[in-house]
């Protein structure tokens, strides 16, 4: 098969890998119907994250599976399934608690920019749709098996309520889903932290009722503004730089939630600080797991479509292109097709 691979910072190819086979009875292989770039694909593509060796990339993925383990039994050939880019097994405790992306046999996915993934702890990771959906559908289930149950779960743990008021910060395709996620949770409000025009129209699309514009203390002075001098119910770090952390944690009111879902790069809490804030903090990798059913069901009633976080569609050979398009800000999300 092929697939993409990193060598260096900006060194994306497309080269021919072994063919994914099971390895435990645990494992599945699937064939990829579509996958994409991460925003955080950009992190080593940007050299801040080292690469020492050349390794395949990518999380993302929705497809036909096409081969289980002796001991899979949730899922079978031929059936189109959604997965997490944390596998877990669904049965420890960790993952009976909610936690699926703590499973105790968690691993990360990393090999999903190509034509076949091996699937381990299928049984757990992957879930079946009730028949094959309609390929206009795909772009968003494939959402949902990572920045759209990201987006989710930033809601989730900042404690989004009917009637809230509500701060994203982050434009990306994870803080647009968050977006979606805040107006499905209820809140009256909705401020999208954005610069860039084409990504408020989408904000505003998916429910953003503000933008703000402005950055560091600039914005947390407008977010202030908006909400009486006291800050925001909830807000949504979605970023994982320490001045989009220090802005989350700045913009909401004393007893407001942060929910942060950004991976974090050179963050730094300061304790005392956080302690007379009176401002809750949680946040760590998506528990997607926990989410799939609610979600998958969203996207195929027609409820929620964030799908449309993909604005730039290549085929998987040109995986390279993709990569380019984001860090340049010319794409949100590359949808890649096999």
Sequence with gaps: MRGAVIHAPGDVRFETLDDPSILRPTDAVIR???TCVCGSDLWPWRGLDATDEAHPMGHEYVGFVEEVGAEVTSVKPGQFVVGSFATSDNTCANCRNGWQSNCLNREFMS???AEYVRIPHAQGTLVATDEVPGEEFWPSLLAVSDVMGTGWYAADAAE???GSTTVVVGDGAVGLCAVIAAKEMGAERIIAMSRHESRQ???REFGATHIVTERGDEGIARIKDLTD?????SVLECVGTAQAMRQALHSARPGGNVGFVGVPHE??????ELFFSHVGLRGGPAPVRRYLPDLIERVLSGRIDPGKVFDLTLPLEQVADGYKAMDERRAIKALLKP
């Design 32 to 34: 990829t119907a579509v």
């Design 111 to 113: 090999t999903c920019q």
């Design 160 to 162: 989004v309520r009917p």
């Design 201 to 203: 129209r989408l904000a």
């Design 229 to 233: 001098g006291i800050g925001a119910d």
């Design 267 to 272: 963050v730094t809490v300061d304790g005392q």
